[in-house]
């Protein structure tokens, strides 16, 4: 079955009782039970309701995973999953991790004792020589925020199968929709859900999800143990927002590639990419959103300044467009030098593009460059 009749099924579970098309909100944190010795399938919210596992096997199903967990956020869904890990324990991470993610490894788990090295995940013999004696996990973004750096998937999984090691993924930027990591052999895909799956700029969420037992089991109880689930409310706006996810996804890269006034534009499925030929072997297409470099922080202000369509604001994957400077915005946790040692650039502008026209976005920015110098 093709995705885009996928996303509508798992999105929509007929309640058995009325036959109301969409998913109950079940605004329930205890339930009744009627076994004194056996527990229902769902006693307590934190550890189970029936509205958030519709959304947890919706998202489950979509990655070709067995298992889903949602959580409150991106970054709990992530931090979730490090927390899997134990004092002793060592991730080799890509150097273009989410400035959260980045955060969460340098601030919070070092000093539980989770320690791990950043490398470039472009130079596979470079993840191999990071490896450590320790090492239990590669940690991959692909492509990543903002540069939309591509890492081979299969090569990545390959180095840590030979060395028994984990491989976990975060796959915001693509969704689902065009590319599965857990097919090519990764064993956790994490999401910041805000963004694509929920695809309305309205709540915040996380995901995490696997398709072996074990995993799952230890993801699992993190979630419940620490508590930092998706709300039922959310969770309901979640399965709503993913309805449109196949419908969400467009591109205008070649355009911008062609403006006198823009040094790069990242979007990994221009023919000029480095990266063009691994992205089209594991991914449907480059996804809908892209960044480009605009020479300085006074052009990126500029052009930010007389653009009417995008939002100016963090975030990405809305039905809104929206225009981000990641150098103040996602990525501001990082040091001048760290910055552009990742290749966030002064001038780097991020634009995820929304379902208003394309030829409309286009007009807009081409009113926007003309108050630039070429
Ligand atoms: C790639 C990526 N991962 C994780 C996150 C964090 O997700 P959240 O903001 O939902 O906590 C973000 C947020 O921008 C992101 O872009």
């Known amino acids: 079955m093709d995705d885009l009749t996928k996303i509508l099924q798992v999105t929509t579970t ?130 990543s925020n903002p540069t939309l750096s591509v890492t081979d998937i299969a090569g990545i999984v390959a180095i840590a199968k030979a060395h028994d090691l984990l491989t976990i993924a975060n796959n915001t930027f693509m969704s689902p929709a065009l590319q599965k990591p857990l097919d090519l052999g990764v064993d956790i895909v994490v999401h910041s859900a805000t963004k694509f799956l929920a695809g309305h700029s309205d709540i915040l969420a996380g995901a995490a999800v696997t398709k072996q037992d074990d995993l799952a089991g230890q993801i699992y109880f993190i979630q419940n143990a620490v508590g930092a689930t998706l709300g039922v409310l959310d969770s309901w706006l979640l399965l709503r927002g993913m309805k449109t ?23 990994p499925v221009l023919p000029t990419y480095p990266d063009y030929q691994v992205q089209l072997t594991q991914a449907e297409n480059g996804g809908a959103v892209l960044s480009f470099d605009v020479g300085s922080i006074e052009n990126a202000r500029q052009l930010v300044k007389h653009l009417t369509i995008p939002i100016y604001s963090v975030s990405l994957g809305g039905v809104e467009s929206i225009i981000s400077y990641p150098p103040k915005m996602s990525h501001a946790e990082l040091s001048t030098a760290e910055q552009l040692a990742s290749g966030i650039t002064p001038g780097l502008l991020r634009y995820s593009v929304g379902l208003e026209s394309i030829t409309d976005i286009i007009a807009d920015l081409a009113n926007a460059f003309s108050y630039l110098g070429e």
């Open 245 to 267: 996810l196949g419908v969400r996804m467009t591109q205008l890269a070649t355009w911008l590639a062609e403006q006198p006034q823009v040094n790069a534009v990242h979007y």
């Open 14 to 143: 007929h309640d058995q009782l009325t036959g109301a098309v969409n998913t109950p909100i079940q605004l329930s944190s205890t339930f009744a039970q009627t076994d004194f010795d056996n527990l229902g399938e769902f006693d307590y919210a934190r550890s189970g309701n029936p509205t958030r596992l519709a959304a947890e096997n919706a998202v489950a199903v979509l990655e070709h995973a067995t298992h889903g967990y949602l959580f409150s956020s991106g970054m709990v869904a992530i931090s979730s999953v490090l927390m899997t890990f134990s004092a002793g324990d060592h991730i080799v991470v890509t150097m273009h991790v989410y400035g959260g993610t980045f955060r969460v490894l340098t601030d919070v788990l070092s000093r539980f004792g989770i320690t791990h090295t950043f490398v470039d995940c472009g130079e596979l013999a470079d993840v191999a020589n990071a490896i450590l004696p320790n090492t239990k996990a590669i940690n991959i973004e692909t492509p």
